[in-house]
Each structure stands twice: as structure tokens, then as C-alpha cells.
């Protein structure tokens, strides 16, 4: 008897110090009942007006969760003597980050002070996946915001010109296998590249090609054609920009993967069957996704006094 009561004061010392609470689904039901359908209706606004967004708030979702975990450290403007990750080459043509700030403002106005930013574009990231078609998911809430955001983190985003062997190494260092490496990269069937991220394929290739070899011949003429207009020149990396179904992985079958990291997970045969599998069954791909998207959303999650509730999610308070 005696022992339990140790045990339980102990634990509640550990969260007092701590000030941990657990993740959860319903996280701000007494505190901001309303903020899922805010930031939904945020989002489903701003697609209305602009469905490409919806891609860029996917990939917002990604390059925060993969830098210091999800923290929305992305958000954060840089200062006079700090370069924050947004500024890194990496993050340039990184979109959406007024549809988070519209979020926040109108979340800021009925409950100020409690819902962080990264819950906010984790939430908004899940509601452009089925705004565009994708499938929909529960997510858990109660992320913490970090303080800290550095270009030199940015260092463990991915490259577009990795293989995949490379590229199952970067996912395992998150904690994913190859499996959900080819289920992630199905995000691919929203948004665009810019030519400065596959040129490479296109001309002086390595010692043995001037194009890729594993390019499809006609659509590396099609791209040489469209990057003649600039490195900036945007290409969709499948015929249904907007939305979120299997032609990325279709495309990637035909040769017509536009990044290198690409069209690598049809070249591998480790990858390839994947590949093959979610090109044939959407509901597979949208389970596996789903199921890897949540997993993503979790990453070195910053809770209770690890992190804080940001009041402008572009700077730490
Ligand atoms: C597997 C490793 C990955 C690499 C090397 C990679 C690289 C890239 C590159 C280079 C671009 C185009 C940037 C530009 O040219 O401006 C891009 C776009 C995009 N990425 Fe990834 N990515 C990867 C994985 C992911 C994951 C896991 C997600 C989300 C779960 C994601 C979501 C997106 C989206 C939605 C776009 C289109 C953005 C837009 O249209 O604004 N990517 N990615």
C-alpha cells in the first residue's frame, strides 16, 4: 500500500518537473474544442483558391518533422544573428506558410496561448491529403514548438539526387524501412520539382551517359525542352498535380520518375515490387501512407517544457 503510494507521488513529481502530458486525439477538447475544424477550414479555403497548396503544406509537414523533429522549428523566421532553417537551399520553394499563419491567428483569437504550430501543420498537412483526394487519418496532438532553428540542421534533409541505398539509409536513421520510404515518397503524387532539382539527369549525366539511363528518352527531350525556360521552370511529378492518387508511381513504372531519388525505389529491385504494389492498389497505398504519415507526425516530438506554445508561430516567444 504503502509502496503504490511512493510509486504514484513519485510519478506526479516526474510530471510536475517535467510538466510532460501525453500526446493525444482529443488533446484540446476542454482547452480549444474548435481547432481541428479552424484549421480545416483554413485549409480548405486556401485550396479553394489555390489547390497547389495543398502539395506544399504536405511537404511543409515533412521538412519539419524531419529537421528537430516536429516542431514547426520550419516556421521560424530568421534574425540578425540567427539563419533559420527556412533559409536554407533546401527549404527555398517550401509553400504554405501564410495558410499556417491565417490558422493560427484565427485559433489565436478563441483560444490564445494553447494550440502549438506543430499541431497546427500537422493537422493542415493531413487535411490537404484529403482535400486533394488522399485518405483520411486521426492525428495525436499536444507537440510542443522548439525553440531552436538552424540552416546547418537543414543537412539532414534528403537530397533529390540520392540512390536508394542512400535513401533507405536516411529513413532508417528516422526509424523507417524501405517500405515506408517508397509509402512516404507517394507524396510525390502532389506538386512539382523545379528543374534545379533534376537537371543533373538531363546533360554530362556520369562518365558512361549525358542522360540518366533510367529516364524515359522521349520525356528526357520533353524536360530538356521545358528547362530550357530556367532552372525555376516547375514540372509536375505526375499528369495529376492536384491530386492525391497513384500516378506518381505509374509514372515512376513508365520512366518518368523526375527525381533521381525517384525513379531509384523502380530501379532497386528492393523498392521496386512496392513501387509495383501501390501502382496497382490505390487502398494499399493509402494505408501504408496513412499509417507512415502518422508515424512521421510523431517524430522526436517535443513535449510539455521541452518546448513551448509559440504566439506567432515565426518566432519563439
Ligand atoms: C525520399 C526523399 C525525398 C526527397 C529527396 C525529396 C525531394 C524533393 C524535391 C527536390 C522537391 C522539389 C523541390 C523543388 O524543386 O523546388 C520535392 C517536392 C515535394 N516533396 Fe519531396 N522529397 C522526399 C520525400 C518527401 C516526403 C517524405 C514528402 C511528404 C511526406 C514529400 C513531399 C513533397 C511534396 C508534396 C513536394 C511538392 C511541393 C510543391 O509542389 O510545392 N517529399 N521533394
Known sequence: ???????????LIELLISGAEALSMDYYMMS?????????????QALRQDPTLAAGLLR????????????????????EDNTAEKDSPANLSLRG?????????????QCPGVVSCADIVAVAA????????????????????GRRSKIEDTVNLPAPTLNSTALIKVFDQHGF??????????????????CASFKNRLSNFDS???????????????????????????????????????GYFNALQRGMGLLSSDQTLFTDPRTRPVVSGY????????????????KMGLLDVKEGSQGEVRLHCRRVN
Open 279 to 294: 501502382a496497382a492498389n490505390v487502398a494499399m497505398f493509402f494505408l501504408d501512407f496513412q499509417q507512415a504519415v502518422i
Open 32 to 44: 480549444c474544442p474548435f481547432m481541428d475544424q479552424i484549421v480545416r477550414n483554413t485549409v480548405n
Open 177 to 194: 524501412d524501405a517500405r515506408e520510404l517508397v509509402a512516404l515518397s507517394g507524396a510525390h503524387t502532389l506538386g512539382v520539382a523545379r
Open 126 to 145: 493531413r487535411d490537404a491529403v484529403f482535400w486533394a483526394g488522399g485518405p483520411f487519418y486521426e492525428i495525436s496532438k499536444g507537440r510542443k514548438d
Open 60 to 79: 511543409l509537414h515533412f521538412h519539419d518533422c524531419f529537421v528537430q523533429g516536429c516542431d514547426a522549428s520550419v516556421l521560424i523566421d530568421s534574425t
Open 1 to 11: 500500500m504503502v509502496a503504490s503510494y511512493v510509486v504514484v507521488l513519485f510519478l
Open 97 to 109: 506558410y501564410e495558410v499556417i499563419d491565417t490558422a493560427k491567428k484565427s485559433i489565436e483569437d
Open 208 to 246: 558512361a551517359n549525358d542522360v540518366d539511363p533510367t529516364l524515359d528518352s522521349s520525356f528526357s527531350r520533353t524536360l530538356s525542352r521545358a528547362c530550357s525556360a530556367g532552372d525555376d521552370t516547375q514540372v509536375p511529378f505526375d499528369r495529376t498535380r492536384n491530386s492525391f492518387d497513384t
